[in-house]
């Protein structure tokens, strides 16, 4: 067997050991990080606009919010309508969305900061205790 399909295989399974620890922890957010304030105002304009982020970065693990049809993965990614989802603040969600963790990227080279609070303020537009600006 040559080096580097070695290294393969022992990469593989170092992830494949990891997993299940990442997928069994509950995703804490530090605590200063999870207070910060979404400094994008929740409007029509920026709800639709995290939309459009949302369906072009999001969609294709997390599925049609509502729908709970995420693509299939160790861990399953949330229904960004779900309680758990809800559940976050909203800087928990644009730490999580910036950092990544495990399956979940980080977005943190890919979308700018601005666009990574115009997208919590898509999630939070399934949120029932706010007024729903888009569906």
């Known amino acids: 067997m040559t080096m580097s399909r070695l290294n393969i295989y022992l990469i593989a ?37 995290g939309k459009v982020i949302y369906l072009k970065n999001c969609k294709s693990c997390h599925g049609d919010p509502g729908k709970n049809n995420p693509l299939t993965l160790v861990p399953m990614p949330v229904d960004i309508a ?42 939070r537009n399934y949120n029932p205790a706010l007024e729903q600006l888009l569906l």
């Open 13 to 49: 399974g170092i992830f494949i050991m990891l997993v299940p620890a990442v997928q069994g922890q509950e995703w804490l957010v530090p605590e200063d990080l999870a207070a910060a304030s979404n400094p994008s105002e929740y409007t029509v304009e920026n709800v639709k606009a």
């Open 82 to 123: 779900s309680e758990k989802m809800q559940a976050n603040s909203d800087g928990a969600l644009y730490h999580k969305i910036t950092k990544g963790r495990g399956v979940m990227p980080p977005f943190e080279n890919t979308l700018s900061e601005s666009e990574r609070w115009l997208l919590v303020n898509f999630i």
